[in-house]
C-alpha cells in the first residue's frame, strides 16, 4: 500500500535473505531482511525545497526487515542494557536514493513521507514512540562531482558516507545533519579522509560520535533464507489495492485549490494532517470555500494551539462552523462579529444564528442609511475646513497645514466616497505634505489614495512602479499612527483602494473599535 502511495514497482515475487553475522541485540544471531529481490522497487517522492521550488526524491525499494532490539548504555556507568520488546518485529525500511541536498530537504522528504503513510494509514508516524525512524546516511561532495553522478549515477563519485542511526525527531535530524556535514569538510579541507562509520547524534552536546565501523552488503554476508518461502503476489490483488487507495496529500492539495479557491499556502496548511482536511471539506462543501480557509486556521487552529489541543478536541461542530460561514457570507455578521460568536461557540457551544442577535451583532444592511452618515460627515468636515486657505497662506510650508488644507481639497470636492478625479491643487498639496512631513499618517494616506485613483497625474512612475508606491504610502499611513481613528479610517480607505483588503478591514475594526470605547 505504500508502494503504490509513492508510485513505485510493485514486485509481484521477493525473498528474504540473511544478514548472518552478530547482533547483541538479536537473540537468535542473525537478521531477516529483503537485498536481492525486496517487495516494493523504485519510486518518487515530491517535496518542496527552501526556495519553494518543487523537487522530486528518488525511492530505492521499500523491504522487510526483522526489528532488532534496543541496546541501551545510558542507564548505567559501566552496564549496557538490551529491551528485546521489539525484537524480530517486522518493519518497512524505505530507502531513499541520494538525492537530498541539505538538511531543510531532508525533514521534507521525512514530513511528506510520514504525511503520504498517515493518510494511507499505514503508519501513525510517532517518532517519540518510535513507530517512525530514520537512519540518516551523510556525506560531501564538490557540487560539480555531484553534478556528474547525477548525469552518470556512478555511486563512486560520492563522498564517504557516515550513517547516523535512530533519528527520532525532525529537529535532531536537521541538527545531526549540519554537525555530521561540516565534520567532514574540515576532515576534507585538512587533507584528511573521512571513515566510514555509524554514528550516534548526542543533542544535548550537538555532535556525532562514533558507534562501530560501518559494513558494507558484502560484510554483512548475505545469503537467502532457507526459512522462507519467496513471496508470490497476484496482479489482480495488486490492482485492488491501487483501485482502493484514498486522495493522497499531493492530489487533495491540488482539488482543494480548484474546488474551493483557496491559496496554495492555506491549502498545504489545510491537508497537513487528514482529520484537518476532511472537516474542511466538510465546512467547505456548498459554502464559501475561502471564509471556511479563514476560519479554520485563524480561528480554530489559532484556539488550538492556544489551548494546547490536539485536533481530535475541537469542540465545534461542522454544522456550527457551516453556519457561521453562511452567516459571514450573506454579510448578516461581519468578521469582528464572526470571532466574537466563534469565541462563544469555543467556550459554551451554542447555535450561531440564534448568538447573532442574542450577542447583538447583527449588521446594518440599510445602505441608504450607510449613505446619509458619509453625507453627514462629509459635509461637516467641509464647514470645519473653510478657514484651511488662510492658514495655508500663512505657512505654506508647515506640513501639518499642508496635510490639512490637502484634507480642505477633499472635503470640498465631496470626493470622500464619491469621486476621487480630483484637481491638480490636491495633488500637488497632498505631494508637499508628504514631502515636508514624511511622517504625517494622513498625508500619507491621501497621497496614497491619490495616486491609486488618479495614475496619469504621476506622471513620472511607470503603472507597476506607481502601485508599489501607492502601496508603500498607504502601509506607511497605517503603522504612523495606530491609535487616532481619524488616521485609522484616512489609512483604512487608502488600503482598500490600493486593493490591501485585508490589512484595510483590520484597521476599519480597529476604528470601530476606537469609536465604541469612546
Not at 553475522?21 to 515530491?46: H, M, R, T, W
Not at 519553494?52 to 534496543?70: F, M
Not at 525533514?107 to 518510535?130: A, F, H, P, S
Amino acid at each position: 500500500k505504500t508502494g503504490l502511495g509513492i508510485n513505485a514497482e510493485i514486485n509481484l515475487i521477493s525473498r528474504f535473505d540473511r544478514k548472518n553475522y552478530f547482533y547483541p541485540d538479536l537473540p537468535q544471531g542473525y537478521q531477516i531482511s529483503q537485498l536481492y529481490e525486496p517487495i516494493v522497487g523504485k519510486g518518487i517522492i515530491s517535496i518542496q525545497t527552501e526556495e519553494k521550488n518543487s523537487k522530486e526524491v528518488g525511492i530505492e525499494r521499500i523491504h522487510l526487515e526483522q526489528d532488532a532490539g534496543k541496546s541501551i548504555h545510558d542507564m548505567d556507568p559501566s552496564t549496557s542494557f538490551v529491551d528485546l520488546n521489539r525484537t524480530g518485529i517486522a518493519l518497512m525500511e524505505i530507502v531513499s536514493k541520494p538525492e537530498i541536498n541539505s538538511p531543510f530537504e531532508a525533514v521534507e522528504y521525512i514530513k511528506k513521507l510520514r504525511l503520504i503513510m498517515r493518510y494511507l494509514e499505514t503508519c501513525d508516524g510517532n517518532m517519540q514512540e518510535g513507530s517512525l525512524r530514520a537512519d540518516v546516511n551523510v556525506s560531501v561532495c564538490e557540487i560539480i562531482t555531484y553534478q556528474k553522478f547525477i548525469a552518470t549515477g556512478d555511486y563512486d563519485l560520492l563522498g564517504t558516507r557516515c550513517e547516523i542511526k535512530n533519528m527520532n525527531s525532525l529537529k535532531f535530524i536537521q541538527q545531526a545533519i549540519n554537525f555530521e556535514a561540516r565534520r567532514q569538510i574540515k576532515l576534507h579541507e585538512a587533507g584528511k579522509e573521512v571513515t566510514q562509520e555509524t554514528r550516534l547524534y548526542d543533542p544535548s552536546k550537538n555532535q556525532t560520535r562514533p558507534l562501530r565501523s560501518k559494513e558494507d552488503a558484502h560484510d554483512y554476508r548475505y545469503f537467502p533464507c532457507p526459512d522462507l518461502l519467496n513471496i508470490k503476489l497476484e496482479r489482480g490483488w495488486v490492482d485492488k489495492i491501487r483501485d482502493d487507495l484514498p486522495e493522497l496529500p499531493d492530489q487533495k492539495h491540488l482539488r482543494f485549490i480548484n474546488d474551493f479557491n483557496i491559496t496554495p499556502y492555506d491549502s498545504e496548511v489545510i491537508i497537513a494532517e487528514k482529520a484537518t482536511a476532511e472537516f474542511f471539506e466538510a465546512i467547505a462543501t456548498n459554502t464559501d470555500g475561502k471564509i471556511a480557509a479563514n476560519l479554520l486556521i485563524n480561528e480554530l487552529f489559532g484556539r488550538l494551539n492556544k489551548d494546547n489541543l490536539s485536533f481530535k478536541e475541537n469542540p465545534t461542530t461542522v454544522e456550527q462552523m457551516r453556519e457561521l460561514i453562511n452567516l459571514i457570507q450573506t454579510d448578516e455578521i461581519s468578521s469582528k462579529g464572526a470571532k466574537d460568536i466563534f469565541d462563544h461557540i469555543w467556550n459554551s457551544g451554542g447555535n450561531p444564528t440564534d448568538l447573532v442577535d442574542k450577542l447583538g451583532l447583527r449588521q446594518v444592511q440599510d445602505i441608504s442609511l450607510i449613505k446619509q452618515i458619509v453625507d453627514d460627515v462629509i459635509n461637516e468636515t467641509t464647514q470645519l475646513t473653510t478657514d484651511k486657505p488662510a492658514i495655508f497662506e500663512t505657512e505654506p510650508n508647515n506640513p501639518v497645514v499642508l496635510s490639512m488644507y490637502a484634507w480642505y481639497f477633499t472635503a470640498e470636492a465631496n470626493v470622500g466616497l464619491r469621486d476621487w478625479n480630483v484637481g491638480k491643487d490636491m495633488i500637488e498639496t497632498a505631494r508637499k505634505a508628504v514631502q515636508y512631513g514624511p511622517d504625517l499618517s494622513d498625508a500619507n494616506s491621501l497621497l496614497a489614495g491619490l495616486m491609486a485613483k488618479n495614475p496619469k497625474e504621476f506622471p513620472e512612475y511607470s503603472e507597476d512602479e506607481l502601485f508599489v508606491a501607492a502601496r508603500k504610502f498607504a502601509k506607511k499611513a497605517s503603522d504612523l499612527n495606530p491609535k487616532s481613528i481619524i488616521s485609522i479610517l484616512s489609512a483604512a480607505n487608502s488600503l482598500f483602494i490600493v486593493g490591501l483588503y485585508d490589512q484595510a478591514v483590520e484597521n476599519y475594526e480597529k476604528a470601530l473599535s476606537s469609536y465604541e470605547r469612546v
